[in-house]
């Protein structure tokens, strides 16, 4: 079975922290993601990853930024932590190709005060 | 890039109706996939359905990727399906915004 698990389930910050969401993945998959869920506005992507030290902006990228030192690995930085960052945040990883299911971590629900 | 709409936003049925959820897209499509998304906010995956049609127990899936469009079925609905169910496509994934189902006993 694919698994996908994320540092924390609920974290709370103070603005202005410097924030890290950490996710491992064990199937070797080289594509990761993470992604932000807001009631009324779903799901958005805000970093992917396609190989070690290789990353993308995904639809909303400000204010995050993410690191890739290991396949496994993904994180996501919120250097400067702030209350509209106050989200659900879902890690997802996948095969590299065409066809690529994304299978997802468990989500961290960041509160930012 | 691509817009996903779902119908209907939320529906609510008794224990043991049957229920069709739809996905429509505004381009062709590909690694569509079907969620639930349980109450602890974790995306379950249901279907993996790029084209054709699967089943799997009371849940079944279709995509018609020439007319741009998905249906998930659910048959002999049970309270514990009840929650968000998306879908999604492409190799980023686009999410549409969910239908909440509500199942009462």
């Known amino acids: 079975d694919v698994k996908v698990t994320q540092s924390s389930r609920y974290l709370v910050k103070r603005t202005g922290e410097k924030v890290f969401l950490e996710c491992v993945q064990d199937m070797d998959h080289e594509n990761m993601f993470w992604y932000r869920q807001d009631p009324g506005l779903g799901l958005r992507l805000i970093y992917f990853?396609?190989?070690?030290?290789?990353?993308e902006k995904g639809d909303i990228p400000e204010g995050y930024s993410v690191s890739r030192e290991k396949k496994e690995r993904f994180s996501l930085i919120l250097e400067s932590a702030s209350t509209n960052q106050t989200s659900m945040y879902l890690c997802?990883?996948?095969?590299?190709?065409?066809?690529?299911?994304?299978?997802f971590g468990p989500g961290t629900r960041l509160t930012v005060l | 890039g691509i817009q996903v709409e779902q119908s209907p936003p939320d529906l609510i049925l008794q224990e043991g109706a049957n229920s069709t959820l739809r996905c429509n897209f505004s381009?062709?499509?590909?690694?569509l996939q079907w969620f639930h998304q349980n109450p602890w906010g974790q995306l379950i995956n249901l279907f993996y359905?790029?084209?054709g049609t699967k089943q799997n127990g009371r849940l079944s899936a279709t995509t018609v990727a020439t007319e741009r469009y998905s249906l998930l079925y659910i048959s002999s609905s049970q309270t514990t399906d009840s929650g968000v169910y998306f879908c999604a496509g492409n190799e980023k994934l686009t999410f549409g915004t969910g239908t909440r189902l509500t199942i009462i006993p």
């Open positions: 381009d062709s499509v590909n690694n």
């Open positions: 359905i790029p084209s």
């Open positions: 990853s396609y190989d070690v030290k290789m990353k």
């Open positions: 997802a990883s996948s095969f590299l190709g065409v066809y690529n299911e994304q299978f």
